[in-house]
């Protein structure tokens, strides 16, 4: 069975600083989707990025962006310029063949002002 | 687009009662709703995949007697949770796609559940 891992429980950074949340997955598939959801305070589950394990180059979307090493099974999510509204639960999740999302533990990620 | 609803947003009942939580797709048709459970300060834990039209899919340890779903059409599935009880308790997410592959989940609001 595939699994995520994120080692980080909590990490906090300063207003406009830049930060990289860590995860790392098992699988034995080829074919597969990596995603980063951020969860606020509200509960909400919202997309942040997504990687297809086929493609070589690392998905960004504006500030966001992703390492995104196959052969190490890491998929790093890197906030870049970080505003307070980025304080939020984080999870990496695995999709693969059977389609259900697995996700990791979680980070709490902090925005010192 | 890409608008998942789910109701109720909060319910409190009390134990022995049987609570239905409704997912529904807005915009699109989802071949594929999911619901998840989440105790506080932890992650989504996958309860169940269901397929219109066909019985659900549920994870190992979940019991289908208990958390019964059911996928009527592409924009609507209810899971019902029967005879609840207090360890019953929790945040109830459902996500739906409209495909295989690439196809991102969209997710609805969640809904607490209080049981007395």
């Known amino acids: 069975a595939q699994t995520v891992t994120q080692s980080q429980p909590e990490m906090s950074v300063q207003e406009a600083e830049t930060v990289t949340l860590s995860c790392t997955y098992d699988t034995s598939e080829s074919d597969y989707y990596l995603f980063w959801y951020k969860q606020p305070p509200s509960r909400q589950m919202i997309l942040v990025i997504r990687?297809?394990?086929?493609?070589?180059q690392n998905a960004t979307e504006n500030r966001f962006s992703v390492n995104f090493q196959k052969a190490a099974k890491s998929f790093s999510l890197k906030i870049s310029d970080s505003q307070l509204g980025d304080a939020a639960m984080y999870f990496c999740?695995?999709?693969?063949?059977?389609?259900?999302?697995?996700f990791g533990q979680g980070t709490r990620l902090t925005i010192n002002p | 687009g890409a608008v998942v609803s789910q109701h109720p947003s909060w319910v409190i009942c009390k134990s022995g009662t049987s609570v239905k939580i409704e997912c529904r797709s807005l915009?699109?048709?989802?071949?594929?709703m999911f619901w998840y459970r989440q105790f506080p300060k932890q992650s989504l834990m996958l309860m169940a995949t269901?397929?219109?039209?066909?019985?659900?899919?549920?994870e190992q340890g979940v019991e289908k007697d208990k958390f019964l779903i059911n996928h009527a059409s592409l924009t609507l599935s209810t899971l019902t949770v029967t005879s609840a009880h207090p360890e019953d308790s929790s945040f109830y997410i459902c996500?739906?796609?409209?495909?295989?592959?690439?196809?991102?989940?969209?997710f609805g609001d969640g809904t607490r559940l209080s049981i007395l």
């Open positions: 915009d699109f048709q989802a071949t594929t």
């Open positions: 990687q297809e394990a086929y493609k070589q």
């Open positions: 996500s739906a796609t409209t495909g295989t592959g690439g196809q991102p989940q969209h």
């Open positions: 999740a695995y999709r693969g063949g059977a389609q259900k999302l697995v």
């Open positions: 269901s397929n219109e039209g066909s019985k659900a899919t549920y």
